[in-house]
C-alpha cells in the first residue's frame, strides 16, 4: 500500500512546528509518559489502563515493523524547537480505506498540534497511494478529536459499535470520512516537506506481546 519512500526510517515530514518521523528506542520514556496517562488511554480503543512495562518498546518495535512493511506510516510528533516527542500519528491500511489515528499529551491539548498533523499525513496518503479516502473513528463524547478531523474537511458518516476490550466493551464512535475527491490539500496546499534524516541507533527493542496492541493503539487517538 505505501511506498518504498515511506518504508525507510529516514523518511520524516516538516509541519510549521513539527518534525513527524520515525518511532525510535529513545522515544520510549516519552512514549510512556504520553499514554499511560488515564486521560489519554480512555480516549483511545486499545491503550491498556495502568499502562504495562514494557508495552511503549513494544509498541515502537511493532510500528517500525508496520512501516518497513508498508501496511502503515507510523509517526512520532516531535517538536521542533526541543526535539521532544508530543504524540503519535498514523495511517493504517484498511481494506481499500486509509484509517487515521492520533494522540497528543494532555500538556499540549489545545495548541493546534494535532491538526498540524493531521493535515499534513493525509495530504502525503493522498499524494503518495491511490487510496480514495482517509477514514477515522472516533467516541461519540470526543468532541475536541472531532473538531480536530472537521478542520481537516472530515465528515462524519454515522455511528457505530465498536468492540474495545481495552475499555471494558463495546463503545459507541462516530465515523468520519475524507474523500480524495474533496480534499483541497494537493489542489490548494503544498504538499508537507520530505526530509531525510539520520538512521536511528541500531538494536531498537521496542513493543513486546504486554498490553498494548501493536499500532492499533493509535485507533480513535485525540
Known sequence: ??????????????????????????DAAAI????????????????????????????IL?????????????????????????GQISARRR???????????????????????VAALVDIVFALTFAPRVV??????????????EKQGFLAQGEETVEMPARGGAR????????????EGLRERRVPAMRQQAAAP???HAQGAGALPPPEASRCWM
Open 1 to 26: 500500500m505505501f511506498p518504498d519512500l515511506t518504508r525507510d526510517d529516514v523518511f520524516r515530514l516538516e509541519t510549521p512546528r513539527l518534525w513527524l518521523r520515525w518511532p525510535r528506542a529513545s
Open 32 to 59: 510512556r509518559r504520553v499514554v499511560e496517562r488515564a486521560e489519554v488511554a480512555e480516549r483511545t480503543s486499545s491503550i491498556v489502563h495502568p499502562y504495562q512495562q514494557g508495552s511503549a518498546e513494544a509498541f
Open 62 to 86: 511493532a510500528a517500525r515493523a508496520a512501516n518497513a512493511g508498508g501496511e502503515a506510516i507510523e509517526l512520532v510528533m516531535s517538536l521542533k524547537t526541543t526535539r521532544e516527542p508530543i
Open 95 to 117: 481494506g481499500d480505506e486509509i484509517e487515521l489515528g492520533y494522540v497528543v499529551a494532555p500538556t499540549h491539548w489545545d495548541e493546534g498540534y494535532a491538526s498540524e498533523a
Open 136 to 149: 477515522a473513528r472516533v467516541m461519540v463524547e470526543n468532541e475536541a478529536s472531532a473538531r480536530v478531523l
Open 172 to 183: 459507541l464512535c462516530r465515523r468520519y470520512v475524507l474523500d480524495r475527491s474533496s480534499r
Open 202 to 204: 541500531a538494536g531498537l
